[in-house]
């Protein structure tokens, strides 16, 4: 995974770039407690389409279990290619976010997903077991490209109004 804010990095002439950009444990945190990813998908026909969906990260990899009869899961079988958007805030000085651009990977059925269901139900379900049924399947994006911000590392974004 790379971080478009490390060194060498096209933002690297950019210092807002660098100062705002999150560190991997800010990340982590970030990715952990927010709920809602928007994530980008294209069809055959080149036609995008952006749905919101909740997942859970485990440090490496986004994990959304997604309903399998969907144009969604139809555009993650043809062309795998996905951008993933998490932010936050309202005011310009709390300004967060993070985009993760990789591949899904559609988990097989043999794959052990007890731990991320229960990352999942603890989330968004109060700890309540987790039930995998028929209709829905786990996909994983490990992200090969991480674009971050954080404007509340922004000396002067609190003067800012409005934006």
């Given at each position: 995974?790379?971080?478009?804010?490390?060194?060498?990095?096209?933002?690297?002439?950019q210092?807002?770039?660098?100062?705002?950009?999150?560190?991997?444990?800010?990340?982590?945190?970030?990715?952990?407690?927010?709920?809602?990813?928007?994530?980008?998908?294209?069809?055959?026909?080149?036609?995008?389409?952006v749905?919101?969906?909740?997942?859970?990260?485990?440090?490496?990899?986004?994990?959304?279990?997604?309903?399998?009869?969907?144009?969604?899961?139809?555009?993650?079988?043809?062309?795998?290619?996905?951008?993933?958007l998490?932010?936050?805030?309202?005011?310009?000085?709390?300004?967060?976010?993070?985009?993760?651009?990789?591949?899904?990977?559609?988990?097989?059925?043999?794959?052990?997903?007890?731990?991320?269901?229960?990352?999942?139900?603890?989330?968004?379900?109060?700890?309540?077991?987790?039930?995998?049924?028929?209709?829905?399947?786990w996909?994983?994006?490990?992200?090969?490209?991480?674009?971050?911000?954080?404007?509340?590392?922004?000396p002067?974004?609190?003067?800012?109004p409005?934006?």
């Amino acid at each position: 995974m790379t971080n478009e804010s490390a060194a060498a990095s096209p933002l690297e002439g950019q210092k807002r770039g660098r100062v705002i950009a999150m560190d991997k444990a800010e990340l982590d945190d970030f990715l952990t407690n927010e709920r809602t990813v928007r994530m980008a998908t294209v069809n055959k026909h080149g036609q995008p389409h952006v749905t919101a969906l909740w997942f859970v990260w485990d440090g490496e990899a986004m994990w959304v279990n997604s309903v399998v009869k969907s144009r969604r899961w139809a555009d993650f079988e043809q062309r795998p290619d996905v951008s993933a958007l998490v932010d936050a805030g309202h005011d310009y000085s709390e300004l967060q976010g993070a985009e993760l651009i990789g591949q899904v990977e559609i988990v097989a059925d043999d794959v052990d997903t007890e731990p991320i269901g229960r990352m999942f139900s603890e989330k968004y379900r109060g700890g309540e077991p987790f039930v995998q049924d028929k209709w829905h399947k786990w996909i994983r994006v490990v992200p090969t490209k991480v674009v971050s911000w954080d404007f509340r590392k922004l000396p002067d974004a609190k003067k800012k109004p409005g934006h």
